[in-house]
Every structure is written in C-alpha cells, then in structure tokens.
C-alpha cells in the first residue's frame, strides 16, 4: 500500500527539542521529494519544509529557520523533522507529504502527528 | 510572500447544488497551483493541481479553473461526502503558501 506514516509527536516544554519521522512504503522514495505540512488546532494549513529529491535541496519557513532541520534516509525510506527551540506557537499536527518530480503540490498525506509545547 | 485569499470563508449549499470556490493569489503564480479537501479528523487530500487537472480518483463532479491570480474550484452537484473544508496552494514561489481554507457545509 502506498502512505506515509508519521510518528515521534508528542508533549514537550518549550525551549525543548522533538524529531518527528516520516516512513514512506509502496512507493519510490528516493525518486519524489519531500515535505514538512503543520496545522495548528483549529487553524489552517502551514508549509514547514521541504526536501528536494536528487540534489537534496532544502528550504524553510522563515518561522521555523534556524531551529529546525529537514533531513532524509533513502536507505530507510524516511524523512526526519529535528526541531529544536520549540515555542508554543509550534504546537499543531505535523503532515508528511510527498510532491511528484519538480513539482511541489502534494499528492500523497500522512495521516500526522501531535506535537504539543507546553509547560 | 504570496499571499492566498480564499471567498467565502463558509459556504452554505444543499445537497445537489452547486458550489463555486474562490482564491486569488497577491501576484501571480501562472498554474502552479492546487486544491486540496479536508474532512475533520483527517489529512489534506489532493484534488485539483496544475489549476485544472483533477487528481487521481478525483470524481468529475470537482472542476478546476484559472491562471495567474484567479481560481475556482467548481463542485457541479454536492454529495454528503463533500461537506468539508477546501484549501487552495500555490507553488510557484518560495515559501509555499495555503489559503485560509473556505468551509463547504450545509
């Protein structure tokens, strides 16, 4: 089956760190790139990041810059979210999301994970 | 930044009308450009991209139109499984941006 499952959401204090993991199966990982959707409670949909197939070119969201990193294994056929410096502003469900070859609309969602920064 | 504004921001239709979806884009991102449907408790899923075309399972009842700065996103005659919350995206230019959102409800 083709999906994304998302995992490593959770509670944490602001000023802490989280890494969220994306784990794509049924398809071609390495050929697709990658990115990085949260939605914060009630709110709607905000790009995080996004990985480049191939050249592994990166890009942020000027609110995340800085204190977060976007990575991937195609060994693994995974994508790594590190956040670090979390503010509760952070807080929203994060989706993983897959865009077809040069281009960056989304075709294919995972189902997301919670992360929450609180004390 | 591109800004997306979506109208209106809720719809209020009855089964078997017709429902019409608005965004434009604060510049111009020619049709590098999607929709997406959202139901409670679940991820975006793709409808429209490339403004026009409609993505893979996607029924004929969904039509996208536009380029540039304007779009619409058509639903010929709503079924109960469409009652959700549409996001228009553009993806011309960096950073990506999603539109508001505009709720479709009865």
């Known amino acids: 089956e083709v999906q994304l499952v998302e995992s490593g959401g959770g509670l944490v204090n602001p000023g802490g760190s989280l890494r969220l993991s994306c784990v794509a199966s049924?398809?071609?990982?390495?050929?697709?790139?990658m990115t990085w959707v949260r939605q914060a409670p009630g709110k709607g949909l905000e790009w995080v990041s996004s990985?480049?197939?191939?050249?592994?070119?990166?890009f942020y969201a000027d609110s995340v810059k800085g204190r977060f990193t976007i990575s991937r294994d195609n060994s693994q056929n995974s994508l790594f979210l590190q956040m670090s410096y979390l503010r509760a502003e952070d807080t929203a469900v994060y989706y993983c999301?897959?865009?077809?070859?040069?281009?960056?609309?989304?075709?294919?969602w995972g189902r997301g994970t919670l992360v929450t920064v609180s004390s | 930044e591109i800004v997306m504004t979506q109208s209106p921001a809720t719809l209020s239709v009855s089964p078997g009308e017709r429902a019409t979806l608005s965004c434009r884009a604060s510049?111009?991102?020619?049709?590098?450009f999607a929709w997406y449907q959202q139901k409670p408790g679940q991820a975006p899923r793709l409808l429209i991209y490339?403004?026009?075309t409609r993505a893979t399972g996607v029924p004929a009842r969904f039509s996208g139109s536009g380029s540039g700065t304007e779009f619409t996103l058509t639903i010929s005659s709503l079924q109960s499984e469409d009652f959700a919350v549409y996001y228009c995206?553009?993806?011309?230019?960096?950073?990506?941006?999603f539109g508001q959102g505009t709720k479709v409800e009865i």
């Open positions: 999301a897959r865009a077809p070859a040069d281009y960056w609309y989304f075709d294919l």
């Open positions: 049924g398809f071609s990982f390495s050929s697709y790139s």
């Open positions: 990985m480049r197939a191939g050249n592994n070119d990166i």
């Open positions: 510049q111009s991102v020619t049709t590098n």
């Open positions: 490339a403004a026009s």
């Open positions: 995206h553009q993806h011309n230019m960096w950073p990506l941006t």
